[in-house]
Nanobody, 125 residues
Framework: VQLQASGGGLVQAGGSLRLSCAAS????????MGWFRQAPGKEREFVTA????????HYDDSVKGRFTISRDNAKNTVYLQMNDLKPEDTAVYYC???????????????????WGQGTQVTVSS
């Protein structure tokens, strides 16, 4: 599966953005879909994931209550709705997919076989 992330941009603190991750080659409901981010000078970190079932979602504590992951099977696209953005959310955001991920590996980058290119999110204070 090929993944194409988009939707990043510059937003003021408190604002919102919606990232999209369009998949091609296979249907996304065959995969657990995740979002990671990498801030300047930091390692890439887990943000959220949506299991193949579509109903099991996990979030990092830093984004809980502000970010929502969702999936549109008809468009073969996964979304990351980001509300109440903070300067510390500034990062390059990556979407990823895994056909075989298990719950205990959810936060591990090496558990995901497929990655999209990143999209930059910048939150100004």
């Amino acid at each position: 599966v090929q993944l194409q992330a988009s939707g990043g941009g510059l937003v003021q603190a408190g604002g919102s953005l919606r990232l999209s991750c369009a998949a091609s080659g296979r249907t996304i409901n065959s995969y657990t879909m995740g979002w990671f981010r990498q801030a300047p000078g930091k390692e890439r970190e887990f943000v959220t994931a949506l299991f193949r079932s579509g109903s099991n979602k996990h979030y990092d504590d830093s984004v809980k209550g502000r970010f929502t992951i969702s999936r549109d099977n008809a468009k073969n696209t996964v979304y990351l709705q980001m509300n109440d953005l903070k300067p510390e959310d500034t990062a390059v955001y990556y979407c990823a997919a895994s056909a075989r991920l298990i719950l205990s590996s959810l936060r591990r980058q090496d558990a995901y076989e497929y990655w999209g290119q990143g999209t930059q999110v910048t939150v100004s204070s």
